[in-house]
Nanobody, 125 residues
Framework: QVQLAESGGGLVQAGGSLTLSCAGSGRTFSRNPVAWFRQAPGKERELVATMNYGGSTYYSPSAKDRFTISRDYAKKMVYLRITNLKPEDTAVYYC???????????????????WGQGTLVTVSS
């Protein structure tokens, strides 16, 4: 079983940068895809970025230029770097792992079976 815990959220001015961290515990999930999702008030949860075992990444169209996902396999950490923050980035950001998939990619929330509790990012204009 994998447990995930996000940190690093907070109140940031537009144009600023932020790095979110996700600490994993329990069994290793180095073979499994990991992802960051976000959910803005009144909206559905959406994929921001995902990364597989080999380091291949996928970003949603809205995240391609300003978001960077990375992971430290040894430390069981997953990161999301966000630059040039915009008010529309305000959301709860969730880290997730798909422990049922080895070496592949996963693009949809139902594929992920381990979730953190989320960290709130608020961007002021």
């Amino acid at each position: 079983q994998v447990q995930l815990a996000e940190s690093g959220g907070g109140l940031v001015q537009a144009g600023g940068s932020l790095t979110l961290s996700c600490a994993g515990s329990g069994r290793t999930f180095s073979r499994n895809p990991v992802a960051w999702f976000r959910q803005a008030p009144g909206k559905e949860r959406e994929l921001v970025a995902t990364m597989n075992y080999g380091g291949s990444t996928y970003y949603s169209p809205s995240a391609k230029d300003r978001f960077t996902i990375s992971r430290d396999y040894a430390k069981k950490m997953v990161y999301l770097r966000i630059t040039n923050l915009k008010p529309e980035d305000t959301a709860v950001y969730y880290c997730a792992a798909d422990t049922r998939t080895d070496y592949g990619m996963a693009y949809y929330a139902p594929e992920y079976d381990s979730w953190g509790q989320g960290t709130l990012v608020t961007v002021s204009s």
